[in-house]
């Protein structure tokens, strides 16, 4: 068989979220499964690193998918003459996009549908795309794999696609993410937070990530003269960052906050291991996987109670409702105050993130490619 893969997403240094999960699925399939070919499709050079076995042939395939046009352009003009071409079984799209071109059979990763609920958080004719196209690649694919349970019956009850053809394939969390030593953390510290302890948060400047509602919330705990305990927030920026500035300007802590930027995946792996907790206060996710990172670093978590994040946090986090300031900032004191409530979460955590590997989700996504083979 012929498998063809949308591999846009494997991006030398700027794997992020689906990018990663890209990564850890297309390099385990391939290896695992050399009887099949695979094909694999990227919108501009690749790096060699991403051609994970010798049953894979890499393909470029113009133009780059940089905005919503670009990617109609992709997805309905070139991929259906490409699969049409190398005469392929099945098409998998890790990031959700298929060909509603191609009479090839189909099969959609979609992470979640946060757009269908946030659209004010996209740019308008991002938010339009994706609320046109993928009900539509809903219906079209043969199958759909998603991330969480959540996700499931979301996209179930608001596509209307029978729960039968959707698979929960948990996503995993990366083997490099271990606890550092004592040494270690301390040198972060210095290098990062002048050596205080610090709070961090990690993922895009994007509205969905309540960036500014964690920021109001550390304000509230610093003025009730808790720990002089830091915020690092590391991510990149995205769009819709003004209300972030704003209420940073606005804090009597601005100067404890500190921005990182996108860092590398071992600068991130350090910051996160000398937290004294991860605050992850998203309004809605698909998955979470630094909820699973911070637990398997041995790292406390303040999490989000809302859409997938239960699943993935388990018994394991301090759960807030990320809508409610107080909420985040009572959580924050927690943590700073109870070292008990810092241990028991960490022992917890180390027992939850068991639950999730790459392996299981890769073994998981073939039986859904599989079940579209055999269709």
């Not at 509603?100 to 189909?106: A, E, P, R």
Request: net charge neutral.
């Amino acid at each position: 068989m012929l498998i063809a893969v949308n591999a846009r997403l494997l991006q030398k240094g700027k794997l992020e979220g689906i990018g990663w999960f890209t990564h850890e699925m297309l390099s385990r399939i391939t290896k695992n499964h050399p009887e099949h070919l695979f094909l694999f499709l990227f919108d501009r050079p690749y790096a060699d690193e991403f051609i994970f076995s010798e049953n894979v042939t890499p393909l470029v395939i113009s133009p780059p998918t940089r905005h919503p046009v670009l990617w109609y352009v992709w997805f309905e003009w070139m991929i259906p003459r490409v699969l049409k071409k190398y005469h392929a079984d099945l098409f998998l799209s890790p990031d959700g996009y298929l060909s509603l071109s191609s009479n090839v059979k189909q099969l959609a990763v979609i992470h979640d549908i946060n757009f269908a609920h946030r659209p004010q958080d996209l740019p308008w004719l991002m938010a339009k795309y994706y609320n046109f196209f993928f009900p539509k690649f809903a219906k079209r694919a043969c199958r759909i794999a998603t991330v969480s349970k959540y996700s499931k019956t979301d996209i179930s009850q608001s596509y209307g696609i029978s729960s039968d053809l959707i698979d929960v394939v948990y996503n995993g969390v990366n083997e490099r993410y271990q606890p550092t030593s004592e040494e270690e953390k301390e040198r972060t510290r210095q290098k990062i937070a002048s050596g205080s302890p610090y709070f961090l948060s990690i993922g895009s400047l994007h509205p969905r990530k309540n960036i500014d509602g964690l920021l109001r919330a550390y304000d509230e705990f610093r003025n009730a003269g808790n720990a002089e305990a830091k915020l690092v927030i590391a991510g990149g920026e995205l769009f819709k960052t003004a209300e972030i500035r704003k209420t940073l300007k606005s804090m009597r802590f601005k100067n404890e906050v500190i921005f990182t930027g996108r860092l590398s995946d071992e600068d991130l792996h350090q910051l996160l291991a000398a937290a004294l907790a991860l605050t992850f206060v998203s309004f809605f996710e698909g998955f979470g996987i630094p909820v699973l990172e911070a637990m398997r670093t041995g790292v406390p978590v303040i999490c989000s109670n809302t859409s997938s994040l239960p699943e993935v946090g388990g018994e394991a986090v301090l759960f807030v409702d990320p809508f409610d300031g107080r909420q985040i900032t009572a959580a924050m004191q927690r943590i700073a105050d109870d070292e008990n409530l810092r241990v028991e979460l960490i022992a917890k955590g180390h027992v939850q993130q068991q639950k999730f590997s790459w392996d299981r989700t890769a073994n998981r996504l073939w039986e859904s490619i599989q079940q579209c083979l055999n269709a």
